[in-house]
């Protein structure tokens, strides 16, 4: 008698972690299947996650390099510029409206079998993280285009992909509770992400950015935690950007970011025994 | 091995249900009265607030290799206790000790997704049944055979017919290996064939291989199949936990208010006249015993006792059955009694009107039973609905039926003799 379950009331908790463990395959199989459905739906499949991308960023480019006059702040090519920013915002908004509709998307596993609930939320973003990493080969085929060789820094990139996966994880799951209690939250978070795009470093530098703020109002720039992402990862790509890490704003996002991951799975769990007496 | 596979120790849940104070019924003037008195007054509706309990304190033992009924009307609490027991939502008192491996099937092709193949979907249901992929992968070739779609295997599963569909989704179940299998009413779905087919994997799973089932259905004939114990649930309660046979009977009293035995005190009301009064009527098996799930190879009797007040009164008994429909199935008069016109003494009288083995079809019959005269006609008692019972088909090939699962409609099931010649 290897296995014992014990069910009490309130206790649902007690083995939680162990049975993450013990459903580990179903992150993979959640995630392979969103990619896999999206892939056979679509004629371009995999190409969407790429398309977008390309059109934001030339957009991006025209309306604020060519139009705004914002690309003398560098001497790499602004498109990369804005690529460089515009990768981890998009992976931050397409994990943040993916999770929030999976549990509600997934309805019927939620009320007919049991695993922990916290797999739903994290395989939607990590299918977004694939979609994410996809988009870095577009990167390559854009420093060949401009003939750009990026710094050697730019090795460091994995470490921010799991920032960048920790930034929208927290947020993710936090609106994707309380989403299935309240579902007003679904109209909340295409306007975060439109919003966002604006507040984040995306179309200009955070340097820029800096220059209209004053001082004493910078940091709340970076409670935005995807500002201290976009800033690393533009640190990687683009030669001449200062490194984040030296000035304190950077940690602001940390904190930030590592505050939200532990709040919302807090909540998370809080509120996971009755999602399926509420969805 | 002596510890009980499942013990629940006064499991009891409750949800809360709101309702908004508002008529039921309310004009839409009222309505933008009200919302606009609303908005000036900041009054929200009133809320109230009520709780329900689906589960009241419900205590049980399954001991290991057992296979368990829970049957029940609706709402009776049933998939709330197999959604506590699945760990899908938590009691809000009580305890549950499980020990093993539990598996739970409340629905066939749970996540199954319409654009992957069934192969596709294999991989993902069986995942998300908690089996690991190296275990998919063994068993694989087992689950395509069960399922006999191998052909469509790299077929989305959108274009299967729903049959297709069922079996492939059981077959993922059937192949899951928990020593706890708790099963819903998953069997409702789906042809005969694949029913009996389910239903013998179950009693594999069960009997051969020693496994803890717990079994939810509706079909009476299904339960006392496979199970040897029931737990009757009532409005949260457990009304009855033990027996099948006597299970059922109790659930049967509950739904159509007759078992196979129904007999008047003869110090109160019994059907009748100042002539002949109605003590007693049962359903009995060849051996004369009462039973309210007879075997469709088994002649079936209807046995009446009656009391007879006069001497020397001629009478005659009749007996009607109708099916769960309510379709009349046949009625039938005594017309040996009737011929002979007899007559006896006072005293009290028994009589067994035998309905052949192979004659009635699968399902609930209800028999309504009556005495009366010829000459002039005169009716002494007419009682419907005194007794009923099920008529089951075991499935072993020497009825009706033969070797064929499928649907078998019809209100009789007679055997026919076929005569076959070549004629050209």
Not at chain 1, 57 to 83: C, D, H, Q, W
Not at chain 2, 7 to 23: A, P, R
Not at chain 2, 181 to 209: H, I, P, T, W, Y
Not at chain 2, 244 to 249: G, M, P, T, V
Request: proline share 4%; net charge positive.
């Amino acid at each position: 008698m290897s296995f014992r379950i014990v069910i009490e009331a309130g206790k649902a908790g007690k083995n939680y972690w162990k049975d993450l463990w013990r459903y580990r395959e179903l992150f993979y199989i959640l995630s392979w299947r969103d990619i896999k459905v999206r892939y056979k739906q679509t004629t371009l499949g995999v190409l969407w996650a790429v398309i977008r991308p390309l059109l934001t960023m030339i957009v991006f480019t025209f309306v604020f390099g060519k139009v705004a006059r914002l690309e003398a702040s560098s001497n790499v090519p602004y498109s990369i510029v804005v690529f460089a920013g515009m990768l981890p915002w998009l992976f931050f908004a397409n994990a943040l409206l993916e999770s929030s509709n999976s549990l509600i998307g997934n309805e019927r596993l939620i009320t007919k079998v049991y695993f922990p609930r916290l797999i739903i939320p994290v395989s939607s973003v990590i299918t977004s993280f694939i979609d994410f990493l996809i988009t870095f080969v577009l990167l390559l085929l854009m420093f060949v285009y401009y003939q750009y060789a990026p710094p050697l820094r730019i090795l460091f990139i994995p470490l921010f992909w799991i920032l960048a996966f920790l930034a929208s994880f927290g947020p993710g799951l936090y609106l994707t509770a309380m989403n299935v209690k309240y579902r007003d939250f679904r109209y909340i978070i295409p306007f975060i992400v439109q919003f966002g795009i604006f507040i984040s470093p995306v179309g200009i530098t955070s340097e820029q950015a800096m220059k209209v703020i004053p001082e004493k109002y910078q940091w709340l720039y970076y409670l935005n935690p995807m500002a201290g992402v976009i800033d690393a990862f533009r640190w990687c790509i683009v030669q001449d950007a200062p490194n984040p890490m030296l000035g304190y704003y950077f940690y602001i996002s940390l904190i930030v970011i590592l505050l939200f991951v532990g709040l919302s799975i807090y909540q998370f769990r809080k509120m996971e025994k009755n999602f399926a007496d509420l969805i | 091995m002596s510890s009980p596979a499942i013990k629940v120790d006064n499991i009891g849940k409750s949800y809360i249900i709101s309702h908004e104070g508002q008529d039921r019924y309310t004009a839409l003037r009222d309505v933008i009265a009200r919302k606009a008195a609303g908005v000036v007054k900041k009054s929200k509706p009133v809320l109230r607030k009520e709780e329900f309990w689906a589960l009241k304190d419900i205590s049980f033992d399954i001991k290991q290799g057992e296979a368990v009924g829970i049957i029940g009307r609706n709402g009776a609490g049933k998939s709330t206790l197999l959604k506590i027991l699945s760990r899908i939502t938590e009691p809000t008192r009580g305890r549950i000790e499980i020990n093993g491996r539990i598996a739970s099937l409340l629905e066939v092709g749970t996540g199954f997704h319409p654009e992957l193949t069934g192969r596709e979907n294999i991989f993902l249901n069986g995942a998300i049944l908690g089996m690991s992929r190296a275990e998919i992968k063994r068993k694989f070739d087992e689950i395509v055979d069960f399922s006999g779609v191998e052909k469509f295997l790299d077929t989305p599963v959108k274009r299967y017919s729903s049959g297709m569909y069922v079996r492939l989704a059981f077959a993922v179940a059937a192949h899951l290996e928990p020593e706890i299998l708790v099963v819903d009413e998953v069997l409702a779905v789906g042809d005969a064939e694949f029913q009996r087919k389910c239903l013998g994997k179950m009693n594999d799973v069960s009997q051969k291989e020693g496994r803890t089932v717990l079994f939810v259905s509706h079909q009476m004939d299904a339960i006392s199949r496979l199970c040897q114990k029931v737990i009757v649930l009532n409005g949260g309660n457990i009304q009855f936990n033990g027996n099948s046979d006597e299970a059922i009977k109790i659930y049967h009293n509950k739904m159509e208010n007759t078992s196979a035995l129904a007999r008047w005190d003869k110090a109160g009301y019994m059907p009748g006249n100042e002539l002949v009064k109605l003590v007693e009527v049962a359903v009995v098996n060849e051996q004369e015993e009462i039973k309210d799930i007879l075997d469709i190879r088994q002649a079936i009797g209807i046995r009446m006792k009656y009391m007879v007040l006069q001497d020397d009164v001629p009478f005659t008994h009749g007996l009607n059955l109708y099916n769960a429909e309510g379709v009349h199935i046949l009625s039938s008069h005594d017309i040996d009694t009737a011929k002979n016109n007899q007559s006896g003494k006072k005293g009290e009288y028994e009589t067994i009107a035998w309905i052949p083995a192979n004659f009635l079809a699968e399902g609930l019959v209800s028999v309504s039973v009556a005495i009366m005269s010829y000459d002039p006609f005169l009716v002494h008692f007419h009682e419907n609905d005194t007794v009923s019972f099920t008529v089951i088909d075991s499935m072993e090939g020497d009825s009706a039926r033969g070797v064929y699962g499928g649907p078998f409609p019809g209100i009789v099931r007679p055997i026919l003799k076929w005569k076959n010649k070549r004629s050209i």
